[in-house]
């Protein structure tokens, strides 16, 4: 069973709080990039893997879906979302990735942000959520970048002219890599960037677009902290099709 961090009183406290869970979708600055990546949303069978508070659901409902599944590890996640949703077209579920099952061709749509990295095989997911695809269904997903997540110690630090660098450590080295994030010895799961889009062209499906997240000018003079976001990718986004 995949580390269920969220449920850890801590942790769920911290997160609560950053401004992506506040002011769902508006404060996630990659949320107009991962939206151009999205297709028609109207009329379609959606699935949203680790769909957290809802705001994904809610947003597919929105733009037209048809219905939403949405899918989550963590009772905290699932108590918050179906507390925040009253539409009869959104259902929220406990499910683990590591083990999920989903009936062949059941959704148009498989979404995801920010959750493939607790994922520890994720050729078995990538497989499942393929079966589980209409014939010209999508996958769409973000997960943590692997540059981003192949930092040992991820914190800045100045080089000898006195530039912001990144250590990246042990990319090659796929596997289990742990950091503290509002709770210590939070479990993720490093995978390069080939490895991740290699399992999709593997489990049948054709990549779309792939996009390395970096704020635009506009977002870094609104929020200057975002300038960090240029120095190194810290998501990357994918879109791929059955």
């Known amino acids: 069973m995949a580390q269920n961090i969220y449920d850890n009183p801590a942790f769920f406290a911290g997160y609560s709080q950053l401004p992506r869970q506040v002011l769902g979708l508006d404060g996630a600055p990659e949320w107009p990039a ?88 994720f050729s078995r997911l990538v497989r499942t959520i393929a079966q589980s695809l209409n014939a010209d269904g999508h996958l769409v997903f973000t997960v943590e970048h692997p540059i981003y997540m192949a930092a040992a110690h991820p914190h800045w630090f100045k080089d000898a002219d006195g530039h912001l660098t990144w250590p990246v450590n042990g990319y090659a080295l796929e596997g289990q890599r742990r950091t503290d994030w509002f709770a210590k010895g939070v479990l993720k799961y490093h995978r390069t960037l080939a490895t991740t889009l290699n399992t999709l062209i593997e489990a049948g499906l054709r990549i779309n677009r792939v996009e390395e997240f970096a704020p635009s000018p506009e977002q870094v003079a609104a929020l200057p902290n975002l300038a960090e976001e240029l120095e190194r990718p810290m998501m990357l986004l994918v879109s791929a099709q059955r």
């Not at 219905?67 to 579920?93: C, F, H, K, P, W």
């Open 34 to 121: 991962i939206r151009a990546l999205l297709p028609e949303v109207r009329e379609k069978r959606v699935v949203d893997l680790g769909c957290g508070f809802g705001w994904a659901s809610r947003w597919m409902r929105e733009q037209g879906a048809v219905s939403v599944l949405g899918l989550d590890l963590s009772q905290n996640m699932i108590d918050r979302a179906r507390r925040d949703t009253d539409d009869a077209a959104i259902e929220y579920r406990i499910a683990d990735l590591d083990t999920l099952q989903l009936p062949p061709a059941a959704f148009d749509l498989a979404y995801s942000a920010l959750t493939f990295h607790y994922v520890e095989d």
